[in-house]
């Protein structure tokens, strides 16, 4: 499978197009292209493919290979010559579990959020797990159930092509008493691979995908899929994309904030990562993806025209940060349609609202002034209807932004229950 985008022979590259008798036209002025980019008409001149102008260089788009695999769309990010042979002979490195319906959750699709951080950041934070305890207090972990972790890197590997492994015990107390062993897989350029077993035979797998999109432009694809997993979980699975999307969001805005300003703190320092402290075990996969980009992959993804990972765009308020629009929900059909469904239903809301209480007006007039049980059930159902229409406000408002309050999110200091009550064992 191949795919061309949408080039004009005046002007040069477009972003905008569609599919047109199977094939790629440009939506400005409807020039169309096959799969491999050459030109096969252009309807203000009536050229057809067999046109010589239609055969000309300046006539044909630049073009990529393309493999579907895993519900998600892979670029072979070259267009020479050999690009399509190249592409053949390399499948995209995936997680297999994920696909395999042997795997509860495996018949998911996979997340994809579109981050204000460099790719090399994000890689590091779900390299790091032992954060969760401390940046999502609240949301996913417990800070007084932290747990100092062991972490060691398998053979002291690390590899241009493989990547490198590492293998862990819980970082909570909690994880820790259920017994978690995790193995933690780096596989270039953009897989992670991380496997939690527990000793009641419970198996968990992550796998996530990072994309480098531009510079402090990130875009991630997630997917969980589990074996022996707690009662409850594969009905959790099956929760329909749009309701899993919407309360999915605070953990994320803890990341997309807390990465966002830690981006523009390190390209700052002319040290950059090399200033980093890694003193403790739980360092090491950290350190290894340092060693494996820098000394294995040239140091940083290889952006267009001569640009870096410094090269980043202005910084972001807070609430630009918390927009879950930009981040997600603008390009995800799932949500949007959610959004609009709730909107129709919040407006048959309000016209049944009104006209319960019109009708518990005209019942009062009627016995002049006196509350009758029907007034009462219309000013209620009328009530009601309204709360109803209120939470539905609330749902929908949850696509579009996180909330203000993104740490600390718990309202009262850590009690004893707290601190001897499990946090969730199964977070990345």
């Given at each position: 499978?191949e795919s061309a985008n949408g080039v004009h022979a005046k002007i040069g590259a477009h972003i905008e197009g569609r599919i047109q008798n199977g094939n790629l036209a440009c939506n400005y002025h409807g020039w169309e292209f096959d799969r491999k980019g050459a030109c096969l008409a252009n309807p203000q001149s009536g ?293 609009a469904t709730v909107d129709k239903i919040r407006t048959g809301l309000t016209i049944a609202s009104a006209a319960l209480l019109t009708l518990a007006l005209f019942t009062t007039a009627q016995y002049r002034s006196a509350i009758t049980d029907s007034t009462l059930i219309e000013l209620g159902l009328g009530a009601s ?44």
């Amino acid at each position: 499978m191949e795919s061309a985008n949408g080039v004009h022979a005046k002007i040069g590259a477009h972003i905008e197009g569609r599919i047109q008798n199977g094939n790629l036209a440009c939506n400005y002025h409807g020039w169309e292209f096959d799969r491999k980019g050459a030109c096969l008409a252009n309807p203000q001149s009536g050229m057809l493919a067999s046109d010589p102008i239609c055969k000309a260089d300046k006539a044909k788009a630049r073009a990529f290979p393309v493999q579907v695999a895993q519900g998600m769309l892979w670029i072979w990010p070259e267009s020479g010559p050999h690009a399509w042979l190249e592409s053949a002979m390399q499948a995209p490195v995936l997680v297999p579990e994920a696909a395999d319906p042997n795997w509860t959750g495996s018949d998911a699709v996979p997340v994809f959020s579109t981050w204000r951080a460099n790719w090399d950041l994000w890689m590091e934070n779900t390299m790091d797990p032992s954060h969760v305890n401390w940046l999502h207090d609240g949301t996913a972990g417990k800070w007084e159930d932290a747990y100092p972790m062991k972490m060691r890197l398998l053979d002291n590997a690390v590899d241009a092509h493989k990547g490198f492994t590492v293998q862990h015990d819980g970082y909570s107390k909690t994880q820790n008493e259920a017994g978690l062993k995790v193995t933690r897989q780096y596989l270039p350029p953009c897989t992670n691979r991380y496997v939690y077993e527990y000793s009641n035979g419970r198996v968990d797998i992550f796998a996530i995908y990072f994309t480098p999109i531009s510079p402090g432009v990130t875009r991630s694809f997630f997917k969980f899929v589990s074996q022996n997993p707690p009662k409850g979980f594969a009905l959790i699975s099956k929760v329909p994309q749009w309701l899993f999307h919407n309360l999915s969001g605070s953990m994320s805005d803890q990341d997309a904030v807390m990465l966002h300003t830690q981006d523009y703190a390190l390209r700052e320092d002319p040290k950059h990562w090399r200033g980093y402290y890694l003193p403790s075990q739980a360092d090491r996969a950290v350190a290894a993806f340092r060693v494996w980009l820098h000394e294995k992959a040239g140091g940083d993804v290889g952006w267009a025209k001569g640009a870096t990972s410094a090269d980043l765009p202005p910084k972001l308020s807070r609430d630009q940060l918390l927009s879950r629009w930009d981040r997600h929900t603008k390009d995800c059909a799932s949500c949007k349609q959610a959004m609009a469904t709730v909107d129709k239903i919040r407006t048959g809301l309000t016209i049944a609202s009104a006209a319960l209480l019109t009708l518990a007006l005209f019942t009062t007039a009627q016995y002049r002034s006196a509350i009758t049980d029907s007034t009462l059930i219309e000013l209620g159902l009328g009530a009601s209807l309204l709360v109803v229409r209120e939470a539905l406000r609330k749902f929908n408002q949850n696509y579009i932004a996180g909330s203000g309050n993104v740490y600390n999110l718990r309202k009262k200091p850590a009690t004893k229950t707290d601190i001897d009550s499990p946090a969730n064992p199964g977070v990345m």
